[in-house]
């Protein structure tokens, strides 16, 4: 089943519209910028936005995630289209995708982050080797207890393994619901937030399709799942030629030390 996510804004009026057999939400419920009442409006006229998403209704602990998503086209400057795992409370775990549109023309910016026990900042940004608006493409997150990767048409480009052996905390006792969502970020997504979002431009559109959750652990499969060296080699590939950031190269970020997962990659 297809699904469309249409994020809308005008002067007058707020409409979001989702897809029909999930559940959906104006207010995704996820971080400081969803709309307008919640920072001080930019802008001369009273504005409202209203984004759109949707979650599972069942929370999983691990599993093999595939969505295939095709990106909001054209000029997407200041939306972003989040696909995420999270579960509740002050001390949440989180595994993100979230792409940060850009004007025509410009590239997209993947953005990837692990949260465990409610500590992020664990940020790595990528480009993307195709076109992200021209068609489908299959986002994967593998979570077991030992790794959380991330693919892009099954190609791994990030392995968060589990370290808690060395004190690093790792997502593993907590269910989480699958999240999506388009929403208004042009506080910060587009270059920084220096590139605003052309509302002239809505609706926003993003499109999903062939969402599936595997997540009955068998002892082969995604549950025991690692990097071969193939596997390896591949992600080594795109960080090397299509990683924009990484938290662990940040050395400003972090003047007290590096993160200690940053000495186990
Ligand atoms: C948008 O394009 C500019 C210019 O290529 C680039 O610097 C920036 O990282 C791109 N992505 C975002 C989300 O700003």
């Known amino acids: 089943m297809a699904m469309r996510y249409l994020l809308i804004a005008s002067s007058l009026l707020a409409i979001a519209a989702a897809g029909t057999s999930t559940r959906s939400s104006t207010s995704p419920g996820r971080r400081p910028c969803q709309g307008p009442r919640e920072r001080p409006a930019p802008h001369p006229h009273p504005r409202q936005a209203s984004g759109s998403g949707f979650q599972s209704k069942n929370e999983y602990l691990f599993g093999k995630i595939d969505m295939q998503i095709k990106l909001v086209p054209g000029n997407s400057a200041g939306t972003v289209t989040a696909y995420y795992l999270s579960s509740q409370g002050p001390t949440h775990d989180e595994i993100d995708f979230e792409f940060l549109g850009n004007v025509s023309g410009d590239p ?45 048409d ?56 062939s969402f599936r959750a595997d997540t009955v ?30 938290y662990c190269s940040d050395l400003k970020r972090f003047p007290q030390g590096l993160p200690t997962e940053c000495s186990f990659a």
């Open 217 to 246: 652990p068998s002892s082969s499969g995604w549950w025991s799942q690692e990097l071969d060296t193939t596997g390896h080699e591949k992600m080594k590939w795109v960080q090397k030629n299509y990683m924009i950031y990484n």
């Open 108 to 152: 997209y910016t993947l953005h990837t982050n692990v949260f465990a026990q409610g500590k992020g900042n664990r940020e790595m940004q990528f480009k993307l080797w195709f076109d992200p608006t021209a068609d489908f493409h299959t986002y994967t997150i593998i979570w077991n207890p030992s790794h959380i990767i991330f693919m892009v």
């Open 154 to 209: 099954r190609t791994p480009i990030r392995d968060f393994k589990n370290l808690e052996s060395r004190g690093v905390a790792f997502p593993k006792n907590q269910p989480m619901r699958i999240y999506s969502s388009l929403w208004n970020a042009d506080d910060w997504a587009t270059r920084g937030g220096l590139v605003k979002t052309d509302w002239s431009q809505a609706p926003f559109t993003a499109s999903y399709r």
